[in-house]
T-cell receptor, first 112, second 115 residues
Framework: AQSVTQPDIHITVSEGASLELRCNYSYGATPYLFWYVQSPGQGLQLLLK??????LVQGIKGFEAEFKRSQSSFNLRKPSVHWSDAAEYFC??????????FGAGTRLAVHP | GAVVSQHPSRVICKSGTSVKIECRSLDFQATTMFWYRQFPKQSLMLMAT?????????EQGVEKDKFLINHASLTLSTLTVTSAHPEDSSFYICSARSGIDTEAFFGQGTRLTVV
């Protein structure tokens, strides 16, 4: 079955600390992988995506993610978190942009 | 990125009435639009996929007669929640794309409360 698992429901980090949000997927074909960010009451904004090629992808707002096929993972990282990064983060998988399957999300809180 | 606008952003309606949510692509032609539903503190669940000029394809478990989707033009899709009940209260989000292998852009969502 196709699925996305985000093991951490809620993460709290201090401003300036590094961040890693975990994402594991199960997908029958070559996956297209995405990370989205959602602020309260807002729609989703695409942070980055992986389709093929270099397994380390750079996104907006200083985020990056690494695709590890052997681990079926696509973890999101940021070296130094800003207070404005507090939001909900969703990992998603799909065959291209078709019918994205979303994880349950990780809520990030940032302490000053 | 491209802009997708949803209207209204919030709506409160009485139980038994119908409510329409609009999703517009402002600067591109959306051949496909997706409608999602999001419960509090949960992920997005795809409800249906609509292609311009065709009937929408609903996901398993989604009542097509309750959630009417119309995609009559390349810039507008509507979701009508018919005979709404309190359990229909949720956050509804649309996304739109211009082609098969192009990014889908999300609207800002509509918070529906049925009282």
């Amino acid at each position: 079955a196709q699925s996305v698992t985000q093991p951490d429901i809620h993460i709290t980090v201090s401003e300036g600390a590094s961040l890693e949000l975990r994402c594991n997927y199960s997908y029958g074909a070559t996956p297209y992988l995405f990370w989205y960010v959602q602020s309260p009451g807002q729609g989703l904004q695409l942070l980055l995506k992986y389709f093929s090629g270099d397994t380390l992808v750079q996104g907006i707002k200083g985020f990056e993610a690494e695709f590890k096929r052997s681990q079926s993972s696509f973890n999101l990282r940021k070296p130094s978190v800003h207070w404005s990064d507090a939001a909900e983060y969703f990992c998603a998988v799909g065959g291209g942009y078709n019918k994205l399957i979303f994880g349950a999300g990780t809520r990030l809180a940032v302490h000053p | 990125g491209a802009v997708v606008s949803q209207h209204p952003s919030r709506v409160i309606c009485k139980s038994g009435t119908s409510v329409k949510i609009e999703c517009r692509s402002l600067d591109f032609q959306a051949t496909t639009m997706f409608w999602y539903r999001q419960f509090p503190k949960q992920s997005l669940m795809l409800m249906a996929t609509s292609n311009e000029g065709s009937k929408a394809t609903y996901e398993q478990g989604v009542e097509k007669d309750k959630f009417l989707i119309n995609h009559a033009s390349l810039t507008l899709s509507t979701l009508t929640v018919t005979s709404a009940h309190p359990e229909d209260s949720s956050f509804y989000i649309c996304s739109a794309r211009s082609g098969i292998d192009t990014e889908a852009f999300f609207g800002q969502g509509t918070r529906l409360t049925v009282v």
